[in-house]
């Protein structure tokens, strides 16, 4: 058995609505050898190894229903078994997934395997774990792929779950992300840490940890300097306790003496408990317990010491959340056993592990715990008598070992006072205040406690899963403080998809948005822009630059188009559009990754509108986007025909549904609106220029398409309008589509068709132009399309035009140098065009450059390229002078090789180091010649 393909899924995509990676595995001799055939040797081992796989459910849907799969019947099969396998990994790890599902995908022995993460590359890992187990597992004689001598399961899997456990989020992270969620608010991670946004564009939030986007700097910077703390409380009147800043051993010792024993010592500005050291009773205490805080701070507390116990006061928008006693880390003893095997009993729990990765923490032996050890008199190989603690640190920080008892109902009403005060006082939105006190239910004027300090970014570990008595919703309130009840967290998205037509469209609609008012993010084939801005080049249609939009702190609009490519690489990058559009289904890149039929490409496209929340915007006059409106569960259903007599779109409006008709009227075509009853003529197709004069029918389809999303996010009617009468196909505004360059003696129309429909399409265009002379065209296809497709590209264009000129891309995509345009040009004269009308020139600028040199006044000129901007600057830089010049004044009889030999006029510039047979081949010219 062996992994094949990898490929994650950051949202919806063809296999899932959400997060999935899939897998596609070739079982080789495995596809023999069900579970119930491996015997139960196998499944026994592998329950050992994994017992909570006796918990899935499978297709029973409840617990054992996967262990019956395995053992009745003819059992399962091995891709199936690798698929939960890979997701009780993650859950051992402590991820919360349950999603997965196997399929054949047609080729024998090869299955995908779908399953759910939380962590992209804790997802990976586990399927690689999964692999080597089943494997390790399996008869010797079947282990068809190598297996380590030296794999131990066990160690494998403790390595795997510190492997997951460094990349999750923080325990304080991870409760602000399930409260957003609760609340319905997106978020993004921004980094491999606790950087997290909330929101969309303009409305995110961010959040380090605990500290907030609403944080102030200043707040955190008092609550880091320990003294301006206790200074500033101490001038409000708040208890704290007395103190002195020092910065020497002496002088650490004269302020004990001057304060009075016992004392506190702890670094000016270091947390988690790290160097502090309490109840300090005499000057040789003080002077082990300064050098111990010196390696964490320069500047030393002496602080007077406040009998008591650690409390954490969590304040949250000026409010008290939630109140736990700290106990610091310690063992009790038994009478029987040592210290070092009393710790190791507590470490047992399995609630305690390394740093922040579960609820508690580990105890370790380090300088604090042997210094306590030894006040008492003890060491590591010591006894304590039943029932005694020993306490094994002076602070109740959880991550140095302590644990943690909710108090939040019994804290006293002056405490809480005291608390919300000192918070406000630091000026922090969230706050830890560090509270010493005999007994939290009375007041601190009673029992003598202290503030001993305020932190910044404080965790929630503690009060979200307390050691002992109640978990509190620490994460809600902050939420809901960066979110007050009825504020927006997402902004407006458009999501667009389809064979043609997407880049236009999208394009049109941000301009709608941007005339409107609105600050628009759009990611395109050419690039991402913000406000109209190109930030970033390159085909950008997949989820990164959906999240790069989204992201923008400026944006409160995003028009995303969403291609093929992207949705089965990575699927979508957010969870849902508002508004989801599919403009048709034509063949394009059929035959890769597995996409090989047309009703293949549609479920992929169709994934935009199975997630469209407000509206689903179709195609009623393509079958294949027709069918799509059973899969959505948008509130509405808008159609888009151009046949004002569709059936089953007149019933549709009849029902008050919504559609964008395409009418005749007198004066020529008009784009009509129809929902809940209206009916609102748009605006005549004539009067949008990037249908020239209407005569660009897939322009009026797209303005149709664009006018019925913006109308689906709410866009004013007049503000459509305004939008598409002033959108036009000039190279800034949609470069690469129907460019119409107007400033030679002839006509150049540049554009981006690469398939049979686009070509189709721009074949239309050209014939609804009246044209003084001939009609040229240079003719491509990418070399990743079906032959079918290319040939197909040559027989719409071929009786079509006067000249052809065929050429390939710069990129062949695996054929050979000049097989694309051979193809080409054995279609056209398998459609009946002359030999001498085809010419063959493999590179794109100079087939242009000779498309360019054959035009002469009145012609008309069609140039499909794949390098646009290189292309449009050839294009407008081109001196049609010379060009003129040559074509009056050159014949030439020219040798070209023995046995072949032309005498034919050729448009040749005397400077060129090449000449074409009849064929149209180029060929070299000799020095001379």
């Known amino acids: 058995m062996k992994i094949l393909e990898r490929s994650v899924y950051v949202g919806p995509s063809l296999y899932a609505l959400f997060p999935v990676i899939r897998l596609t595995v070739d079982l080789e001799e495995l596809e023999e050898w069900p579970s119930v055939k491996l015997g139960t040797s196998f499944t026994d081992a592998l329950l050992a190894e994994l017992p909570g796989l006796h918990e899935h459910g499978c297709s029973y849907g409840e617990p054992g ?43 024998p022995g090869e299955y995908d395997v779908v399953y759910e993460y939380e962590q992209e590359d804790v997802g ?79 409305y995110g939030k961010r959040i380090q940890a605990t500290v907030t986007s609403e944080t102030r700097n200043i707040a955190v910077e008092i609550a880091s300097d320990k003294e301006e703390t206790h200074n500033l409380l101490g001038d409000l009147g708040l208890p704290v306790p007395g103190q002195r800043l020092v910065y020497g051993e002496r002088e650490a010792m004269r302020a004990a003496e001057r304060l009075g024993y016992p004392v506190v010592v702890k670094p000016l500005n270091a947390n988690h408990g ?60 038994n009478g029987t056993s040592t210290v070092e095997a009393l710790v190791e009993e507590v470490n047992r729990d399995p609630r305690r592990g390394i740093g922040h990765e579960k609820v508690l923490t580990r105890l370790e032996f380090d300088h604090q715990a042997l210094r306590l050890l030894e006040l008492k008199g003890y060491d590591v190989n010591s006894v ?12 109740g920080n959880l991550s140095t070992g302590g644990t943690a008892v909710d108090v939040t109902d019994l804290v006293h009403p002056d405490n809480r006072e005291m608390a919300q005060r000192s918070a406000k ?30 932190n910044a970014a404080p965790g929630f570990r503690m009060h979200v899963a307390p050691s002992e008595g109640q978990p509190r919703d620490a994460a809600g309130p902050v939420i809901d403080m960066l979110f007050p009840a009825g504020s927006p967290t997402r902004i407006p998205i458009a999501a667009i998809t389809g064979t043609n037509g997407k880049t236009t469209t999208t394009r049109m609609v941000a301009h709608i948005f941007k005339l409107a008012g609105h600050h628009v993010g759009v990611a ?36 995303l188009e969403t291609a093929r490519g992207g949705l089965l690489r990575r699927g979508m990058g957010y969870r849902r559009p ?85 009418e005749e009227g007198i004066n020529g075509h008009m784009i009509t609106f129809y929902g809940g009853g209206a009916h609102i003529p748009l605006l005549w197709t004539h009067l949008i220029p990037a249908t020239l004069e209407g005569r660009a029918m897939h322009n009026v389809q797209n303005a149709m398409f664009a006018a019925a999303i913006a109308y689906s996010m709410d866009v004013k009617l007049e503000d459509i309008r305004h939008g598409l009468r002033t959108f036009d196909t000039t190279f800034f505004q949609a470069p690469g589509r129907m460019n119409v360059f107007d400033e030679h003696p002839f006509k150049v129309i540049l554009d981006y068709g690469h398939n049979p429909a686009a070509i189709k399409a721009m074949v239309q265009v050209v014939e609804h132009f009246e044209t003084e002379g001939r009609r ?78 054959l035009a002469r006044p009145g012609d008309l000129l069609l140039v499909f390229a794949d390098a646009i901007q290189r292309s449009w600057n050839q294009i407008t830089q081109f001196s049609p002078e010379g060009a003129t010049e040559r074509h009056d004044n050159t014949t030439a009889s020219i040798p070209i090789e023995p046995g072949d030999f032309i005498e034919q006029d050729l448009d040749l510039d005397p400077k060129s180091s090449f000449v074409r047979d009849e064929r149209g081949v180029r060929l070299a010219r000799e020095e001379g010649d």
């Open 425 to 454: 006082a630091i000026g922090l939105d969230v706050a830890g205040v560090d509270f010493l006190t005999t007994d939290i239910s009375k007041s601190y004027r009673e029992t003598g406690g202290a503030i001993c300090e305020v």
């Open 65 to 107: 229903g996967f262990v019956r799969r395995l053992t009745e019947d003819e059992g399962t099969w091995m891709g199936h078994i690798f698929e939960h396998v890979a997701i009780e990994l993650q859950n051992v790890a402590g991820a919360q997934v349950t999603f997965g599902k196997t399929r054949g995908n047609g080729n």
């Open 776 to 853: 040229l065209v240079v003719l491509a296809a990418p070399g990743d399309r079906r032959d079918e497709d290319v040939q197909e590209i040559a027989r719409l264009c071929a009786g079509k035009f006067d000249h052809y000129v065929c050429r390939r891309d710069d990129s062949t995509r695996g054929r050979g140098p000049e097989e694309v345009p051979r193809m080409l040009r054995a279609s056209l004269l398998e459609a009946g065009v002359d030999e001498d009308q085809i010419e063959l020139i493999p590179d794109e600028q100079e087939a242009l450059q000779r498309g360019l040199e």
């Open 124 to 202: 990976m890992a586990a399927g690689e774990l999964a692999l080597q187990l089943l494997t390790s597992l399996l008869p010797e004689a079947l282990q068809t792929s190598a297996v380590d001598d030296e794999f131990d399961f066990g160690e494998a899997r403790d390595s795997f779950i510190r492997y997951a456990q460094r990349r999750a989020l923080g325990p304080s992270t991870a409760s602000l992300v399930r409260a957003a969620e609760e609340r319905d608010i997106p978020w993004q991670r921004l980094n491999r840490y606790s950087l997290v946004q909330f929101g969309h564009g303009r």
């Open 274 to 333: 790290r160097g502090v050291s309490i109840n300090l009773t005499d000057q040789e205490a003080v002077k082990v317990a300064y050098a111990q805080a010196r390696q964490h701070s320069r500047g030393i507390l002496v602080e007077r010491f406040i009998e008591g116990l650690d409390h954490r006061l969590l304040v949250v928008n000026g409010e008290l959340i939630a109140a736990s006693k700290r106990v610091p880390g310690h063992i009790v003893g």
């Open 524 to 559: 395109t084939s050419d690039g991402v822009y913000i406000d109209g801005h190109l930030t970033v080049d390159g085909d950008m249609t997949g989820p990164a630059s959906a999240r790069m939009v989204l992201r923008d702190p400026t944006v409160d609009v995003a028009v």
């Open 384 to 395: 304590p008598p039943d029932g005694e603690v020993v306490y094994l640190r002076s602070t």
């Open 578 to 662: 508002n508004v989801g559009a599919v403009l048709n289904v034509a063949a394009d890149h059929l035959g890769l990754r597995g996409i090989n039929t047309l009703e293949d490409l549609a479920k992929v496209k169709r994934v935009v509108v199975e997630v469209a929340q407000d509206t689903a915007v179709l195609n009623a006059d393509d079958p294949l986007c027709l069918r799509m409106a059973d899969y959505t569960k948008a509130e509405h259903l808008c159609y888009v025909t151009m046949n004002p007599k569709h059936p089953l779109v007149r019933e549709h409006i009849r029902s008050g549904g919504r559609a964008a008709v395409l």
